[in-house]
């Protein structure tokens, strides 16, 4: 159980100032809804569609990338969790825990690509290969 699929339904890239001294990026994903969703397969009958936002802006504020979409998330337990998101806008911690790695790799790796595209950092640090001198 868990993760099924993910699909964009979203993705928006903007430059609004250039970029001249030093910046600093944050990513964020946020959950925004929790529905059931019937499949139609057989031994698959219902899942959870999750809505998501993933922000990364780059602060001062002179650019930002969000990308929107949901992850398809099976569970037994679909209905105490459908009820829990109602009442209290909350995902049990494992359930959590799991969701926000899936959008963070997938969201990550697509940002890293619109980031190149846009001429802005990368929103993650990448190892640096240098050279040591001999004493």
Same mark, same amino acid.
């Given at each position: 159980m868990g993760t099924i699929g993910m699909r964009?339904?979203?993705?928006? @890239?903007k430059v609004k100032k250039q970029v001249k001294n030093k910046i600093s990026v944050g990513s964020s994903p946020v959950i !925004?809804? *929790?529905? !059931?969703? =019937?499949?139609? $397969?057989? @031994?698959?009958? =219902?899942? $959870?569609?999750? =809505?998501?936002?993933f922000k990364t802006k780059y602060d001062p504020d002179v650019?930002?990338?969000e990308l929107k979409g949901e992850l398809m998330y099976q569970t037994k337990e679909y209905e %105490? *969790? $459908? %009820?829990?998101?109602? =009442?209290?806008? %909350?995902l049990p911690k494992e359930m959590m825990v799991d969701v926000l790695n899936t959008i963070f790799r997938r969201c990550l790796s697509k940002v890293i690509v619109i980031s190149e595209e846009l001429q802005l950092p990368p929103p993650v640090r990448f190892p640096r290969v240098t050279t040591k001198e001999k004493s």
């Open positions: 964009f339904l979203s993705i928006s @890239g !925004e809804d *929790v529905e !059931e969703r =019937k499949t139609g $397969l057989p @031994g698959l009958d =219902k899942i $959870l569609a999750i =809505k998501f936002a650019a930002e990338i %105490k *969790v $459908l %009820k829990e998101w109602k =009442k209290n806008k %909350k």
